[in-house]
């Protein structure tokens, strides 16, 4: 009867063929022609001539029959050596099999990834996954057995016969059906011995085969060979020879890809489906054909097999220049972003670093939540559905603690492998932050004793002579909007550039520039009034950051992604929580009072649109031509932070004033993406209010000398040039005429 898998339970090899069955088809001995030449026939006297002709081919015959006499004896004298040979100790390997090293989500348990859970896989030159012999189909065992050993489970290690009947046929010049080497022998050379063809390195691969067929079960040496010998493409073993060439399992592969994973093992690339088609069919019906003659398949489990295509079936090959692998589901929601940056990491890290990483077999686990990884991408790709003209967008969430439970690096990385959910850490340079910048100028202003119930004058436009970097500092807000005299809360709600403006010359750009490093923003930020209006490039890791410090109640953890790593004995040689770094960057009651102010804009100022069924804070941001737009905020458990923009040539960036009939602010795609986000993010965790919560004392009032007359002209200060505008960047107007002193333009837009 044919044998059939049974991956659901442990298997063993067979030890014996199955009773029965047709009887072994014999090699056809011909008749001493050369393939499709047809007789000659006699001239002249033909009787002598044809008793000529069957003299040589009589006397050829004996030839023939003489030389596999010889060829036995020869056998037995070198199975008489055996006995001398046999004490030859088993050598050290002469080379270390590297294995390759799998990465897991944070929906695999410590101790438990594995080929079939992991999402990617490092490797370098030999991509190989060891698996157990019972995690192997049956039919690739019957497969590699009938095509390259079929007395493996009957000889002690060397097959004599096998060995002569390969001469023999290749004397005969019919080709060599099945190779002299058993698949000891094989596993031998592979592992212990140079590929030198000499009698002497031949006899010494006897010599071991045989000492390990005594240490070693039939069972055990299969599993190494599976495990060990090359199928092309870089794969090694039968475990990445399943993925690399089906995209599954070795336990699920069936008749037909066993045998062509069989068929493979001559010479990997000359059989290769794609390039050549033809010579991997002939290998695949040769290694059929003797699976029916062992009784291993059916006549019908044959045929299905050998008429099988091999369009959509073979996987294309795929260039791989990275020694990085990763999933087409995990790469369809930007794992390949995440890994490339992962894989930096690890590297670096002295307990890993990259010869371990990319040989020897490693288990990575990450803090990323396959789930949420979905719904970040899917947040992004339902707002921005249109790769070819939308801009990108980037998404990256944390939670209590720290960890990146996802990241959205960019949407396409055949077409930029920048990482801009990282700036310069992801090859960018980062993006500025635009209002979301005023956050932290409000850590700082409540730091210093300042009650967010202070009064501040918020006109259309301000002109600050001689305030940014020696140069006049014009300052706007958008939509022209005049807010009088109002609170710091609610100039916080609005987004205010000119109350803002007023803020940072009151707390100083270096006490300013001091707050933004407390809370994690890494880039350096200079040192000048302009600085509060997001001047400075960051990424959106530094804004998650900054921004869960906050939802933190003023404690900063260092984002963390790696969450272990396991080496191939299973121990741990690095624990992500064990190293993740921790402390308070600000005082409980600024932080309280921070996200009292954030929650702000979210139940009535510019990021109205963010709102859902929790408790949130956050805060908009655009800057200047509508370059760049983000939205970040955060609950009681999760953090995220989205950014959005067109990328640029190097040289300029395109604007954002019409994508979709819209002027892109934070208020608007980068809000929807961030509640769309948010809600799916926050549906398990628990809801938790920001009380109301002011932490600073004095309560300051509005310098008179800021104070607006009018919703349309400029402020009363006599500092101030009667002639300055009230309009935005991207409003011109005719009414009234530049300035005269030569004002720095503000550097963020709108605010909004």
Known sequence: MPSTPKPSAPRQARVAKPAGGAARRQPSRGSGRPPGKAPTKPAGRGGRRAASRSAELALLGALRRGLYVVVLLS??????????LNSVEIPAPVRTLKTTSLVCLSDVADGACGQSNSVARFFSGENRVNVKLSEMSQTLIDAVVAGEDRSYFRHAGVDPTGIARALYQD????????????????????????S????????????????????????????????????????????????????????????????????????????????HPDEATRRRHTVLVAMLEEQYISKAQFDEADRRPWEGHVAPRRANTTGTEVTADFESVGGRYVMEWVRKQLIGLPSVGENALFGKGLKVYLTINPNLQREANAAVTSTLSNPETDPSAS??????????????????????????????AGGGSGRGAGSTFKAIALAEYVRQGNSVKSEIAAPPVIVFPKANDGKDWEVKNFEDEDLGVTTIDNATWHSSNTAYAQIMRQIKPAG??????????????????????????????????????????????????????????????????????????????????????????????????????????????????FKDAWFVGYTCSVTTSVWMGYQGDGTSVPTMENVRGKKVTGGSFPADIWRNYMKVANQDAPDCEFPPTDAGKTVGVADPKYTTTSSTSSTTSSTLPSTTTTTIESTPTTASPKPTSTAAPTTAAPGA
Do not use: H
């Open 75 to 84: 056998v037995g004298l070198v199975g008489g050596g055996f006995a001398v």
């Open 171 to 194: 004397v005969r010049g019919s080709g060599v059906q099945q190779g002299g080497s058993t698949i000891t022998q094989q596993y031998v050379k592979n592992v212990y011995l140079t």
């Open 196 to 275: 030198e063809r000499t009698i002497t390195r031949k006899m010494k691969e006897a010599a071991i085969a045989l000492k390990l067929e005594r240490k070693f079960s039939k069972a055990e040496i299969l599993e190494r060979y599976l495990n060990e010998v090359y199928f092309g493409r870089s794969a090694y073993g039968v475990a990445a020879a399943a993925r690399t060439y089906f995209g599954k399992e070795a336990s699920q592969l069936d008749v037909a890809e066993s045998a062509y994973l069989a068929g493979l093992l001559r010479a990997p690339e000359k059989a290769d489906a794609e390039r």
């Open 395 to 424: 998404v990256v969430s944390l939670d209590k603690e720290g960890r990146i439970i996802a990241m959205i690096g960019g949407q396409d990385f055949e077409k930029s492998q920048v990482n801009l959910a990282l700036g310069r």
């Open 512 to 625: 300013f520039a001091e707050m933004a490093a407390k809370l994690g923003i890494t880039a350096p930020v200079k040192k000048v009034q302009s600085s509060v209006l997001g001047t400075t490039d960051v990424s959106p890791l530094e804004m998650a950051t900054a921004y869960s410090t906050f939802a933190n109640r003023g404690v900063r953890n260092q984002p963390w992604i790696i969450r272990r790593v396991e080496n191939a004995q299973g121990e741990v040689i690095y624990d992500g929580a064990a190293n993740r770094a921790s402390e308070r960057a600000i005082d409980e009651g600024v932080a309280d009072t921070v996200n009292s102010v954030l929650t702000g804009v979210i139940k009535s100022g510019t990021g109205k649109g963010a709102g859902f069924r929790r408790t949130a804070a956050g805060k908009t941001g655009t800057t200047q031509d």
